[in-house]
């Protein structure tokens, strides 16, 4: 069974009860932490770039939530 801490119902739970920053720097280095968290030996440009497109299609949503959901299902961007 997987560990709650380590399931997208966890970091949907937490949008709910954790606020957030909707300041896009603020948002993108919420990003890049869970990202780095979910990926660790991901490349910062990368992720960094990553961030920018996420906040551009999804920087309403909780960073965390979307990095769970990128990590899960690939780019969720609307190129």
Request: charged content about 20%; aromatic content about 6%.
């Amino acid at each position: 069974m997987p560990r709650m801490l380590d399931s997208i119902e966890a970091d949907l739970l937490a949008a709910h009860l954790v606020p957030f920053d909707r300041d896009p720097a603020a948002w993108a280095d919420a990003y890049v932490t869970a990202m780095s968290r979910l990926e660790p030996a991901a490349d910062p440009r990368h992720v960094a770039s990553a961030a920018q497109a996420a906040w551009r299609s999804h920087g309403w949503a909780h960073p965390a939530v979307v990095a769970r959901l990128v990590h899960e299902a690939g780019p969720l961007g609307d190129d």
